[in-house]
């Protein structure tokens, strides 16, 4: 089993910037895994936003590519997402994710949410 907590959610300004935090735990996790940030705007779909795997290959979704970037620390077994130049369209409730396949919503392990609210 794999725990995942994100945390950092909040309010900001368009134009502003957050950082949210995953840390993983369980007998399950394992660094190798992909891991990811997902998102969900009421009454869409959940969707990718950013993914790395565990040499460092990393993918975007087009809509937040040169303004968020994701990043991990295996040893501290922690995900990261810097979302800098926020937009209302951002708005939504960001999950992480760990043992996938990219940006496919098609994840093993997904954390609670965090919400992410911009205007």
């Known amino acids: 089993h794999v725990q995942l907590v994100e945390s950092g959610g909040g309010s900001a300004q368009t134009g502003g910037s957050l950082r949210l935090s995953c840390v993983a735990s369980g007998d399950g996790y394992s660094s190798t895994h992909l891991m990811a940030w997902f998102r969900q705007a009421p009454g869409k779909e959940r969707e990718g936003v950013a993914v790395i795997d565990d040499v460092g290959s990393i993918n975007y ?22 979302m800098n130049s926020l937009k209302p ?17 098609e994840y093993n392990y997904w954390g609670q949410g965090t919400q992410v609210t911009v205007s």
């Open 89 to 105: 369209e951002d708005t939504g409730m960001y999950y992480c994710a760990s043992d996938g396949w990219w940006l496919l919503p």
């Open 61 to 82: 979704a087009e809509s937040v590519k040169g303004r968020f970037t994701i990043s991990k620390d295996n040893a501290k077994a922690t995900l990261y997402l810097q």
